[in-house]
């Protein structure tokens, strides 16, 4: 009975430390996604512009042959590339194993039509992919908590001369979107070869006040390096928050859960309380009774 009455007791201890730390991540993801949130709207205004050149460029009669929406592919083996933002760490819920989901999907869905190369974000989805065999792009090495626009423009300018040159033909990249806190939506997205009805989809008008020089196609091959840029970027930034809201969720239902554990033991613990008292009146009583 002791011996027990000391397990719960061990128990209860072992689950308040364990309370103790889910709070404090609790706490820590809730004061970096709030940071990162006002990162990213401070940001948002000048990716969103770059998408309206983008469209200008379009309208005012850009060549729309061009290798950037035609594609690069002419024959032999198609080269798919694949940016998978995932997580740095784990303790975030479901939130790792919805993104490896999905790319896994889009990897059955274009494995067929060629080979696919994955550029992973995050050390979560980069050792999942090295440790299941799939092909990933050798010395890319970037962090989701390490985002900033210095990475995402290595990483624009390193995919768009690999799909100038040939080396990949196509280019999609998976991140997850920030709907609301307990709220993630994995987004897949294709960037390369660029589709021109994106870009001028509904009520579009050309300013005639605006001249590109020399040529608009010409302008096109210094904006691309943006355009991706801010894509990238934002994407790097919403996987972010997405982590930490993920996380701050998943340690809150921890902290309760803890909460729950912890009243049962205690609840536990003075039913054996009750037990031992119980027992010690009655070997009393029953004393006393063999004495008369």
């Known amino acids: 009975m002791a011996n027990k009455t000391r397990w719960i007791k061990s128990r209860i201890r072992s689950v308040s430390e364990t309370k103790k730390i889910t709070r404090a991540m609790y706490l820590i993801s809730a004061s970096k996604m709030k940071r990162s949130r006002d990162r990213l709207d401070s940001t948002r205004p000048y990716f969103e512009k770059i998408n309206e050149f983008m469209k200008d460029l379009v309208i005012h009669g850009m060549e729309t042959n061009h290798i950037l929406f035609e594609g690069s592919y002419k024959e032999g083996q198609k080269e798919i590339g694949v940016i998978v933002i995932s997580g740095d760490k784990g303790l975030c819920g479901g939130y790792n194993a919805n993104v490896i989901r999905s790319a896994l999907n889009l990897y ?3 494995s067929k039509e060629g080979e696919v190369l994955f550029f992973p974000i995050g050390i979560v ?3 999942f992919l090295f440790r299941h065999g799939y092909k990933v792009e050798e ?8 985002v900033s626009v210095k990475v995402a423009k290595v990483i624009a300018q390193n995919v768009v001369k690999k799909y100038y040159r040939g080396d990949i033909h196509e280019l999609y990249i998976i991140y997850t979107k920030l709907i609301s806190t307990i709220k993630q939506d994995v987004v897949v997205k294709k960037l390369l070869p660029l589709d021109p009805s994106e870009f001028v989809s509904g009520e579009v008008k050309k300013d005639e006040t605006i001249r590109y ?3 608009p196609t010409d302008v096109l091959n210094v904006v691309i390096y943006e355009y991706l840029k801010g894509i990238i970027f934002g994407a790097m930034m919403d ?3 997405s982590e930490l809201a993920a996380r701050m969720t998943a340690m809150d239902n921890a902290t309760k859960s803890a ?3 912890i009243q049962k033991l205690v609840l536990k613990l003075n039913r054996e309380r009750q037990a031992v008292i119980t027992q010690e009146i009655s070997e009393i009583i029953s004393g006393a009774a063999a004495l008369k």
């Open 139 to 146: 010395n890319f090495n970037y962090q989701t908590q390490s």
């Open 125 to 127: 989805g980069k050792n």
């Open 239 to 241: 996987s972010y928050v």
């Open 259 to 261: 909460d729950e554990m």
């Open 108 to 110: 059955e869905k274009i």
């Open 213 to 215: 020089e020399p040529t």
